[in-house]
């Protein structure tokens, strides 16, 4: 069964994001589209198969998340307010990361940055194995665990300059195994897609607990369905009380 291809959207990156990938670049995302779709019968990546819907929700989605380091100058309208260190490549880890999102189209359109997929469950990550040589990334590692285990891990404490993590848990849960991975002014981004006053009390609470920051809160319009995401900036300000992350299961049961 094919799905069919993804639809040429040169000018909607242009326009939303003030960027836009190369032509090796969207053969990659084809590439790694039809894998996924294809794999997807048999490991259940992801409910999102049909091209427009994938393009939006996975490529789309993954990229506004960085969209303060996809360019040099200063970020397009609209988006978010701060500015980072664009001059160097970072160290990047994807918690969560599923099929690869958002971790893998971040490693096409940043092929200087080393991305490591992290997941709970080998059989994604020997798939994710796969797609990346199929796509000769060389910048990307797996790492199978669970984000309690590995931010208690010398040499993973402490030494990513960014973390992603979408659809992982709660705010404050994701924050709990984003910043004892982040070196000191590495930053987190959430991706979200409703956010209430409520998530960000919550959020602030854990944040005051794990040496972070709320740097800001990025509410972007999908360009497409023109539904609502938010992007949560976090910074990592102080070194993370050892104790933090708490035992396997106890984050996602007993929120900070
Ligand atoms: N980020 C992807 C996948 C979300 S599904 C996307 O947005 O499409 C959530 C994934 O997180 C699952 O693959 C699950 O195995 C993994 N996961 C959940 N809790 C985890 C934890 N504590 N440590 C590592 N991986 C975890």
């Known amino acids: 069964m094919s799905n069919g291809t ?24 084809e590439r790694l589209f039809q894998q996924i779709v294809q794999a997807n019968q048999q490991l259940n990546l992801t409910r999102i198969t049909d091209p427009p819907d994938f393009w939006e929700k996975h490529l789309w989605d993954s990229l506004v998340g960085i969209a303060p380091w996809l360019l040099t100058e200063s970020p397009p309208q609209g988006q978010v307010g701060f500015s980072v260190d664009n001059s160097r490549p970072l160290k990047v880890i994807d918690i969560g990361t599923g099929g690869g999102f958002p971790g893998l189209p971040i490693a096409i359109i940043k092929p200087t940055w080393s991305i490591t997929l992290l997941d709970a469950t080998q059989k994604k ?106 992007c949560i900036y976090l910074r990592k300000i102080k070194t993370t009380d050892p104790k933090f992350p708490r035992r396997v299961g106890v984050p996602a049961r007993k929120p900070l």
């Not at 659809?167 to 930053?187: F, H, K, M, R, W």
């Not at 999908?222 to 539904?227: E, I």
């Open 125 to 230: 990550l020997t798939f994710l194995q796969q797609v990346t040589a199929e796509l000769g990334l060389e910048n990307v590692g797996m790492c199978c665990d669970r984000a309690e285990n590995l931010g208690q891990q010398s040499p993973y404490r402490e030494s990513f300059d960014l973390a992603v993590i979408r659809a992982v848990g709660p705010a404050s849960v994701c924050a709990e195994y984003a910043l004892p991975l982040l070196a000191l002014q590495g930053y987190a981004v959430l991706y979200r897609g409703q956010w209430t006053t409520e998530e960000q009390e919550g959020l602030m609470t854990a944040l005051s607990k794990l040496g972070g920051e709320l740097v800001t809160v990025s509410p972007v319009k999908m360009p497409h369905s023109q539904g609502i995401r938010h």
């Open 6 to 29: 993804l639809p040429n959207r040169s000018d909607v990156w242009l326009q939303s994001l003030g960027w836009q990938p190369t032509p090796e670049q969207e053969q990659q995302f």
